[in-house]
């Protein structure tokens, strides 16, 4: 089951080159692309993951294909889908089992689900492809089906693993054999970090670092009107005077406590606008370290409670609020987990005091209407006193990208991906365990007191990610590693 997605990006080269900060990055891209671009003509580059929403492979693409062919390159973008529910089960394993989590156990049952539904989504997307044409393969949900048509067919096939850790593990062995009779069946493979790379792909794999798009949705600045109408659209603020958009068809809810989901406003709304707020935005995935946030937090609420001393960081603790926001569960197809994970969450919070409940919201994010996702996601974090990403492990964490763009005070782990981007002390801060929730109190509580500090990281870290981690830079790096794919092919 093959779906082709349809991008349809409005802003061209042009319109960021009008960007002053941005047009030398636009101009590098173009001076690159002019030799490199020849070398693709008469292929077309076959983008290949297993969902068009939620989570970070989603996101970066309709940028990257948009500019890939205002270019010159044919590029498109196709998703596998399957109406077998225990592939998509099994495909989460094997993501945590790459981040060295879960059970490493693999059956021949299991080999015989993916190699089945690998054949399906092959069978399926043959027709599409074309002798000489180029496929690139985003993590293990489709690398079979891949290596399927790279046996069978005349083309060459690339694939790019956003997911890895740093140390070996039973786990990562485990996944890692399971999926090697595939893998190595690839021209060329893409990483993350050197870290990420097993060891039966050393020597044939390259690095490119995710990116993200400075004038989309979710990166665009929004003055403060814009800013509040957002909110207003998303049901996160009461409106108290009219704003311009309409109100979204589609609205966030906050978790109750009764444990149902309800309108945000519900009870007097979060504070968005009016209180510190600590804010982290993933997937509903145990992997992102939702519950010792949640235990860090109460602690922070405990500590000030039991130490308050009348200053004005006791009156910032008395307010802070903590917000642990994620898409609609249903509307992820290819992460089973994040329902069970979001039932976890909301059985901590129905446990709590009401004094509690109050200062801690869990919010569903629409996921209807991508650009509306985009402006909640973008407003969100621009009123947030600190980002947090405490994930237990992490690829890379476009979110803290996101968050590094908007000058966000980023408090992350010290996850491979989030060590990639946060240099402790200059452009954010690391936690060193992320499981501690006595760690991530005093780390928060440290952040929030320092207000000077915080604008000077955020400050950096705006120019750290307009360094490194930018769409520009990705797609050069993307157009240099297909086209040595094809002139190593002899094309």
């Known amino acids: 089951m093959i779906e082709t997605v349809s991008v349809d990006e409005m802003l061209t080269l042009d319109d960021y080159q009008a960007h002053i900060h941005l047009s030398e990055a636009v101009r590098s891209l173009r001076t690159e692309a002019r030799s490199l671009v020849p070398r693709l003509q ?16 989603a996101e970066m693409m309709p940028r990257m294909i948009a500019i890939l062919r205002e270019l010159g390159v044919d590029v498109n973008w196709a998703v596998i889908g399957t109406d077998k529910a225990e592939f998509f089960t099994l495909t989460k394993r094997l993501h945590n089992l790459i981040h060295g989590s879960g059970d490493p156990e693999l059956t021949a049952a299991d080999r015989a689900v993916y190699e089945a539904v690998s054949r399906e989504n092959a069978d399926a997307l043959r027709p599409l492809v074309r002798p000489g044409d180029l496929l690139v393969i985003h993590d293990p949900q489709p690398l079979g089906s891949g ?29 890692w054999d399971f999926l090697q009779p595939h893998a190595d069946v690839y021209d060329h493979a893409v990483f993350t970090a050197p870290e990420y790379i097993p060891d039966f792909l050393a020597g044939r794999a390259g690095i490119i670092r ?81 519950k010792p946030l ?56 129905v446990a709590l005091p009401p004094a509690l409940q109050s200062d801690i919201a869990l919010i569903s994010l629409p996921m209807n209407v991508r650009k509306e996702n985009e402006l909640i996601v973008n407003a969100l974090q621009r009123c947030s006193s600190v980002v947090m990403q ?23 782990s010290r996850a491979c991906g989030i060590r990639q981007q946060i240099r402790d002390g200059v452009d954010g ?8 929730p006595e760690e991530i109190a005093a780390r928060l509580d440290a952040l929030l007191e320092d207000v000077a500090g915080r604008i000077q990281l955020g400050q950096n870290a705006q120019r750290r990610v307009s360094d490194e981690f930018l769409v520009f830079t990705q797609v050069r790096n993307w157009l240099a590693t297909l086209a040595d794919r094809v002139q190593r092919w002899g094309g």
């Open 42 to 57: 008469g292929r077309t580059v076959w983008m290949v993951n297993s969902t068009a929403r939620g989570g970070g492979v």
């Open 147 to 175: 290596a399927i048509l790279r046996r069978e067919l005349d083309i060459r096939a690339v694939f790019r693993c956003h997911i890895g850790l740093d140390t070996s593990t039973s786990q990562t062995r485990a996944a």
């Open 210 to 290: 995710p990116a993200i798009d400075p004038l989309g949705h979710k990166n665009r600045d929004l003055l403060v009107p814009r800013l509040v109408g957002n909110l207003c659209n998303a049901g996160l603020v009461a409106e108290q005077h009219p704003v311009v958009p309409a109100r979204y068809a589609h609205v966030a809810t906050r978790l109750a406590p009764d444990g149902t989901f309800a309108p945000a406003n519900d009870g007097g709304g979060v504070g968005l606008l009016f209180r510190p707020i600590v804010t982290q935005i993933s997937r509903w995935d145990r992997l992102k370290g939702f």
């Open 294 to 349: 949640l235990d860090g937090f109460i602690r922070l609420k405990q500590r000030a409670a039991s130490s308050a001393s009348g200053t004005r960081h006791d009156r910032r603790l008395e307010l802070v609020r903590l917000v642990m926001a994620g898409p609609d569960p249903a509307a992820v197809a290819d992460d089973p987990e994040a329902r069970e994970v979001l039932e976890e969450l909301t059985a901590a919070y």
């Open 390 to 412: 405490n994930s237990l492990q992490e690829g890379f964490g476009l979110t803290v990208t996101e968050a590094m763009w908007k000058r966000a005070a980023v408090l992350g």
């Open 429 to 436: 801060r690391l936690i060193q365990n992320p499981r501690d």
